[in-house]
């Protein structure tokens, strides 16, 4: 069965329509096999972040971004935070945004 994708808020899915094309596309690609996949998603296209949260790991000609999401009821994905990365790491706070959204999915 195949898994649906929700945003978290309007602003993270228009966040990524604003991503550089190359990106977007292969955003795109990862998302049509996160639905059909799910959990069972791995790397080189997502990665477990710990504690519920993955990110995707979309990237092109220029540059990397990541999508942190997290699995929620009835085969439900929920896309919690983007970003397009300029360091190597991920910014912590990035992944705060992404951890403190997952708790509000998660508690309703």
Partial sequence: MAYTVEYFHPRVKAEIETWPDGILADFARIVELLIEFGPN????????MGSG???????????????????VV????MILHAFVKKTEDTPNQ???????RMKEVQNG
Avoid: D, K, T
């Fill in 41 to 48: 998603l791995r790397m080189p296209h997502s990665r477990a």
């Fill in 53 to 71: 949260l993955f990110e995707l790991r979309p990237r092109g000609r220029e540059g990397i971004g990541r999508v942190f999401y997290c699995f």
């Fill in 74 to 77: 009835r085969q439900r994905v």
């Fill in 94 to 100: 990035e992944l705060r945004i992404a951890r403190r």
